[in-house]
């Protein structure tokens, strides 16, 4: 089955910085490669998503891209903000409806202003 | 976009009494819906997943009798955990794939705590 490392766990960058957090997967079949925020006690939000038909995708400070040859895609924070701070998470699936996301394990942003 | 919704929100239960949460798509049919447990600070781990009137199709090392999934409609899944115990206290969200075959909805999630 899939396996999603995600990297870092932890990540602090002041405000107006960039943040880069990383993922890699073993599926070669995965196809479609959403990030969430989730907030404390809340459902994960989506963010941004790709599908594995394009290598690059951004919304406003926000892009992803993707390697397929290498299996990993990241995301990419500019500009910022102390309400960017959340646990994110990359999951990866199939696009056959039977198939559910797998997640990595999280990675927790902090900004500081 | 669609909206998943859970019922209940929180729940606090006793040591081996058994406990059922609801996870109905509102305003899109659910071919599949799938089951996820998150413990603090951790990522959310795929329990099940369930398709309308078949059986569901569990993770490896979640007990089946323990963990039973009902998906009886193709707007509701239920999750009851049976002879809870203080390790079944997460935080438990369902999610639903409609025609968008890409994207799942997610429920808000349900706290459960077992005293």
């Known amino acids: 089955g899939e396996n999603v490392e995600q990297h870092p766990s932890t990540l602090s960058v002041q405000e107006g910085d960039s943040a880069v957090i990383k993922c890699t997967y073993s599926?070669?079949?995965?196809?479609?490669f959403p990030w969430y925020k989730q907030e404390l006690g809340k459902r994960p939000q989506l963010i941004i998503d790709?599908?594995?038909?394009?290598g690059e995708k951004k919304d406003q400070r926000i892009a992803v891209t993707l390697n397929k040859t290498a299996k990993h895609f990241s995301l990419h924070i500019t500009e910022t903000q102390p309400e960017d701070s959340a646990v994110y998470f990359c999951?990866?699936?199939?696009?056959?409806?039977?198939?559910?996301?797998?997640f990595g394990k999280g990675t927790t942003l902090s900004v500081s202003s | 976009g669609a909206v998943v919704s859970q019922h209940p929100s929180w729940v606090i239960c006793k040591s081996g009494t058994s406990v059922k949460i609801e996870c109905r798509s509102l305003?899109?049919?659910?071919?599949?819906m799938f089951w996820y447990r998150q413990f603090p600070k951790q990522s959310l781990m795929l329990m099940a997943t369930?398709?309308?009137?078949?059986?569901?199709?569990?993770e490896q090392g979640v007990e089946k009798d323990k963990f039973l999934i009902n998906h009886a409609s193709l707007t509701l899944s239920t999750l009851t955990v049976t002879s809870a115990h203080p390790e079944d206290s997460s935080f438990y969200i369902c999610?639903?794939?409609?025609?968008?075959?890409?994207?799942?909805?997610f429920g808000p999630g349900t706290r459960l705590t077992v005293t």
């Open positions: 369930s398709n309308e009137g078949s059986k569901a199709t569990y």
């Open positions: 999610s639903a794939r409609g025609d968008r075959v890409y994207e799942q909805y």
């Open positions: 790709i599908r594995s038909n394009v």
């Open positions: 599926d070669s079949a995965s196809n479609y």
């Open positions: 305003d899109f049919q659910a071919t599949t």
């Open positions: 999951a990866a699936s199939e696009s056959q409806a039977g198939t559910a996301l797998i």
